[in-house]
């Protein structure tokens, strides 16, 4: 970013219910729709994809495909928070390493699938289990951090927190 970098948040609508492989096509056409009313060469240079647990739970695959679909209604470059945690992981050589989220079990495992698509593995995973959107809402910043440091062992190269909405 730069100094006159513009930043524009949009929400997508979730209503109460987490994300699930069954409420992602939605999800995914509100994305695209609010993406294209509210995002242009003309007005942005980048468009970051913030919704960490979509990545998962479409996979490397349809992750790729959602930034190719934000690419072509916006006419942006296009990052997605699942793909550049993969990167990142990456760069710094990460192989093994600790997660902590405050998914279902399911996503999880989905988070797991995409880094092991990376050639990264999850040697350690903490949970919050968060039931719903409330729930997610509640945790605080402590929380995590307290499961972070629990999380987190010599056997591990890094630790990854999961989830853009988490307070870190």
């Not at 980048?46 to 990545?55: K, N, Q, R, S």
């Not at 942006?76 to 990142?88: D, E, K, N, S, Y």
Request: net charge neutral.
């Amino acid at each position: 970013l730069t100094a006159g970098s513009r930043i524009t948040r949009i929400g997508i609508p979730r209503y109460t219910g987490l994300l699930t492989r069954e409420t992602m096509p939605a999800y995914r056409d509100a994305a695209l729709t609010l993406a294209g009313q509210h995002f242009s060469p003309a007005t942005h240079d980048l468009l970051a994809y913030g919704c960490t647990a979509a990545g998962f739970i479409a996979g490397p695959a349809g992750d790729a495909e959602l930034a190719r679909e934000l690419g072509r209604v916006t006419g942006l470059p296009v990052v997605t928070t699942a793909r550049a945690m993969v990167l990142g992981l990456q760069r710094i050589g990460a192989k093994d390493i600790a997660v902590v989220t405050p998914y279902q079990d399911a996503v999880n495992l989905q988070l797991q699938d995409f880094l092991a698509d990376g050639g990264i593995r999850v040697t350690r995973l903490a949970t919050l289990r968060a039931a719903d959107l409330a729930a997610l809402c509640a945790i605080r910043a402590p929380e995590v951090e307290a499961l972070a440091r629990e999380t987190m062992g010599p056997d591990c190269d890094a630790l990854f927190i999961g989830c853009s909405q988490l307070p870190t």
